[in-house]
C-alpha cells in the first residue's frame, strides 16, 4: 500500500482551493490531504481571513527562505507538494505581468518568476523540490471554460473568463453589483467536472497542462525516494 501523502496550497481565493486541490488529488492518488495554508477556511471551506493576490504575495514574502519549514516542519507533517497558485488576470491589473498575447506564456513566465522573487530570501537560494508555481491563463475559470464547452477554441483567451460564464448561465450575477457570483458551491461542481475532464483541460489550457505535468514529475520524484 502506497504511503498516504500530504499537499497543500497557496492561492487567491475559496473558489481557487476546490478546483486546484481536486487536481493535485486527481493526478496523485497518494495524496490524502490537500491543505490550504492562504487563505485560511472554516470548517465548510470557506475563508475566514484575508485573500487576494495581494495575501498570497504577503504569504509569499512572510515564508521567504522558510520554506523548508513549512515543508518539512520538526512537529508536524510533512508536505510532499505545495502549491502556490496566482492568476494571470489579477496579475495584470496589478502591474506584475503584462497584458497577455495568445496563450500568455511570456506573461506567465513572468508571473511566476516574480512569485520566485517572493519567496527567495535576501542573497537568494534555491527553492525546494516541493514548491510548484502555477499560473492560470487569463484565470482557473478558464479551466472550467475547457470542461465544460468543449467546442470553445482557446479559453486561455478569453478575457474575463468569469463574465463569460456568467454570460453562458453557469454562475449567477450579485444582486448588488450585477457581476459574476462566485459561489462556493457552485466552484466545487465546476472541480468535480474538471477531474473529470482533465485530459480535455489539458490540451486545450497550455497553464494547466504545464501545472499538471509538474505535479505527475513531482510525484514521480517522491514515489523514487
Not at 481565493?13 to 490524502?32: F, K
Not at 495575501?55 to 523548508?68: D, I, K, M, T
Not at 468535480?192 to 482533465?198: D, Y
Request: proline share 7%.
Amino acid at each position: 500500500m502506497s504511503e498516504a501523502r500530504i499537499a497543500a496550497l497557496v492561492c487567491e481565493g475559496q473558489t481557487d482551493v476546490p478546483v486546484l486541490r481536486g487536481i493535485i488529488q486527481e493526478l496523485w492518488p497518494e495524496i490524502e490531504e490537500v491543505r490550504c495554508l492562504q487563505p485560511e477556511l472554516d470548517e465548510m471551506d470557506r475563508a475566514k481571513g484575508p485573500a487576494g493576490w495581494t495575501q498570497v504575495r504577503a504569504w509569499c514574502e512572510s515564508h521567504a527562505g522558510r520554506l523548508a519549514e513549512v515543508i518539512d516542519p520538526d512537529v508536524g507533517d510533512r508536505i510532499d507538494l505545495l502549491l502556490v497558485a496566482m492568476d494571470v488576470d489579477i496579475a495584470v491589473a496589478a502591474g506584475i505581468a503584462n497584458p497577455p498575447h495568445g496563450v500568455g506564456v511570456y506573461e506567465t513566465t513572468r508571473l511566476r518568476s516574480t512569485m520566485t522573487q517572493w519567496l527567495k530570501p535576501p542573497g537568494g537560494s534555491k527553492l525546494p523540490a516541493a514548491l510548484i508555481l502555477s499560473s492560470p491563463v487569463m484565470a482557473v475559470e478558464a479551466w472550467v471554460i475547457a470542461a465544460l464547452f468543449p467546442r470553445q477554441a482557446k479559453p486561455e483567451n478569453i478575457k474575463d473568463p468569469a463574465q463569460w460564464l456568467a454570460e453562458k448561465g453557469k454562475l449567477r450575477r450579485s444582486p448588488k453589483h450585477r457581476k459574476p457570483w462566485k459561489e462556493l458551491h457552485v466552484y466545487q461542481g465546476f472541480a468535480a467536472t474538471v477531474v473529470s475532464k482533465l485530459g480535455r483541460v489539458r490540451k486545450a489550457c497550455v497553464e494547466a497542462e504545464r501545472t499538471a505535468a509538474e505535479i505527475e514529475k513531482r510525484r514521480a520524484g517522491v514515489a523514487k525516494r
